[in-house]
């Protein structure tokens, strides 16, 4: 039982150069989101989703876009990757009002 | 704005001994509160999920406590081992998180 799948698990971009991470998960739940994890703080969420085909900004979206076509993917997409974005990306699903799932994260550095 | 904090100092505990880590929070009023478990290189992993309505909540060796007036939250651990190092994270809800403290148990 997978749960909660990232891909990749670690990435180096280059200044301006665009990529999408991928959250995949196989236990049907409705609420996907997307965090960031940078040392000293806490998760910050990015977008998140309620649901297949809907997208919501979270309280750091800019630089960032996502897409959820299916139910069970959640992707996260840089445009012009920016040194300000290295970071540790987090992605969970939830069944509203229980706990989230977590995968293990990307980690993305951007040189 | 709301807050959520954690004491950002790592916490060192003898091996035995009860661990307790704090959560306060400011400017709003959550209905629940979460507390998670993040081991070096992992994603965090849930552990206990307290309601507003609900004083205590205990699993296994784990306990939290909720204090709507104080606006806090305790989590213990009693009889703790080295293997209870880990940042432990609250969240009153899932759209905030706290930093984590970090929890060293030595043997």
């Known amino acids: 039982n997978a749960g909660v799948t990232q891909t990749p698990k670690f990435r180096v971009l280059k200044t301006g150069q665009s990529m999408t991470l991928l959250c995949a998960q196989d236990?049907?739940?409705?609420?996907m989101y997307w965090y960031r994890q940078d040392p000293g703080m806490g998760l910050r969420l990015i977008h998140y989703?309620?649901?297949?085909?809907?997208?919501a900004k979270g309280e750091v979206p800019d630089g960032y876009n996502v897409s959820r076509l299916k139910k069970q993917n959640f992707l996260l997409g840089l445009e012009s990757a920016a040194p300000s974005q290295t970071s540790v990306y987090f992605c969970?699903?939830?069944?509203?009002?229980?706990?989230?799932?977590f995968g293990d994260g990307t980690r993305l550095s951007i040189l | 704005s709301q807050k959520i904090e954690q004491n950002s100092e790592a916490l060192n505990i003898q091996e035995g001994k009860t661990a307790t880590l704090t959560c306060n929070y400011t400017?709003?009023?959550?209905?629940?509160l979460q507390w998670y478990r993040q081991d070096p290189g992992r994603g965090p992993v849930f552990l206990l999920l307290?309601?507003?309505n609900e004083k205590e909540k205990r699993k296994e060796r784990l306990k939290v406590t909720f204090d709507t007036t104080l606006k806090q939250s305790l989590f213990h651990i009693t009889a703790s081992q080295p293997a209870d190092s880990a940042t432990y994270l609250c969240?009153?809800?899932?759209?905030?998180w706290g930093a984590g403290t970090k929890l060293i148990i030595k043997p």
């Open positions: 969240a009153p809800y899932q759209l905030i």
């Open positions: 400017n709003y009023s959550p209905a629940y």
């Open positions: 307290i309601r507003e």
């Open positions: 236990m049907n739940h409705e609420y």
């Open positions: 989703s309620v649901g297949e085909g809907t997208t």
């Open positions: 969970a699903a939830q069944v509203i009002g229980q706990p989230q799932h």
